[in-house]
Nanobody, 115 residues
Framework: QVQLVESGGGWVQPGGSLRLSCAAS????????MGWYRQAPGKQRELVAT???????NYEDSVKGRFTISRDIAQNTVNLQMNSLKAEDTAVYYC?????????WGQGTQVTVSS
């Protein structure tokens, strides 16, 4: 079992920045893949970014150059730095962990981008 707890969501104006964090109940380097997904109202959940245990990263096209996924060893967290936010980034953001062929999810954190 892996417990994931997200934090850092909120409201921001277009062009602003937010940083999301996902704290895991086990060592994040033992997890094959960790990532962030989002789900906007009326839409399916979609991949935002992933980071492999070896450090390789992957981003959805619309966030490339604006979002950065990283790991904090000391805090045992996976973070998502979101810059140049747009209204279309508004969604509930979920942390995901792929561990021993099972997917684990956090409870989600709301990100709202509006003026």
């Amino acid at each position: 079992q892996v417990q994931l707890v997200e934090s850092g969501g909120g409201w921001v104006q277009p062009g602003g920045s937010l940083r999301l964090s996902c704290a895991a109940s086990i060592n994040i380097f033992s997890i094959s893949v960790m990532g962030w997904y989002r789900q906007a109202p009326g839409k399916q959940r979609e991949l935002v970014a992933t980071i492999m245990s070896g450090g390789n990263t992957n981003y959805e096209d619309s966030v490339k150059g604006r979002f950065t996924i990283s790991r904090d060893i000391a805090q045992n967290t996976v973070n998502l730095q979101m810059n140049s936010l747009k209204a279309e980034d508004t969604a509930v953001y979920y942390c995901n962990a792929r561990f021993r062929w099972e997917d684990y999810w956090g409870q989600g954190t709301q990100v709202t981008v509006s003026s």
